[in-house]
């Protein structure tokens, strides 16, 4: 059972930078992954990035270079730094996490956090 908390949307100029957090109610070393998906409107949801307890990364094509995704386990707690950003980058980030109990996975989400990139 995890809760999940996202922080650090909002309003940024093109070219700008934001830093997401999300703060788990539990260790993260319970945690199989984490992610990082948005949704803008009139679209679904997409993958952002995404990074495994053992620490590899993978991220969707549209922000490869621009953004991070990294943990801090003692604060239990994962960031999305997002570096460059475009209006194309607007809209609503949510945070995922998975736990794996006897091989059945358990999805977890956060209320999301709008992240607006306009002049």
């Known amino acids: 059972q995890v809760q999940l908390v996202e922080s650090g949307g909002g309003l940024v100029q093109p070219g700008g930078s934001l830093r997401l957090s999300c703060a788990a109610s539990r260790s993260i070393f319970s945690i199989k992954g984490m992610g990082w998906y948005r949704q803008a409107p009139g679209k679904q949801r997409e993958l952002v990035a995404v990074?495994?307890?053992?620490?590899?990364?993978n991220y969707s094509d549209s922000v490869k270079g621009r953004f991070t995704i990294s943990r801090d386990n003692a604060k239990n707690t994962v960031y999305l730094q997002m570096n460059s950003l475009k209006p194309e980058d607007t809209a609503v980030y949510y945070c995922n996490a998975v736990i794996e109990i006897l091989a059945t996975s358990y999805d977890y989400w956060g209320e999301g956090t709008q992240v607006t990139v306009s002049s």
């Open positions: 990074i495994t307890s053992g620490g590899s990364t």
